[in-house]
């Protein structure tokens, strides 16, 4: 577990807590867009999941990202993540 709990977010596929740093973020933009947001500041709903290959994977196969935001997510907002 992450030294400063202010700085922590749980993964949405494997539920532990980790650094934001670790992390990548999907975020519901307030105009209602599901974005991949590679600084991890863009104003919005937010998801996290590790960037470990592991994560992602589960993350895209169990649709995490449609689950969380509760509509369908296409694959073309994980794009981003694949890009990282």
């Not at 994977?57 to 993540?81: C, M, Q, T, Y």
């Amino acid at each position: 577990m992450a030294s400063n709990k202010k700085n922590t977010r749980m993964c949405v596929a494997c539920r532990q807590h980790a650094d934001k740093s670790e992390l990548a973020r999907f975020v519901r933009t307030p105009d209602g867009r599901i974005v991949f947001d590679a600084s991890g500041k863009l104003a919005g709903r937010g998801v996290w999941v590790h960037k470990k290959a592991e994560c992602v994977e589960k993350l895209k196969k169990k649709r995490l990202l449609s689950a969380h935001f509760h509509e369908n997510v296409s694959d073309e907002v994980l794009r981003g993540l694949d890009e990282r």
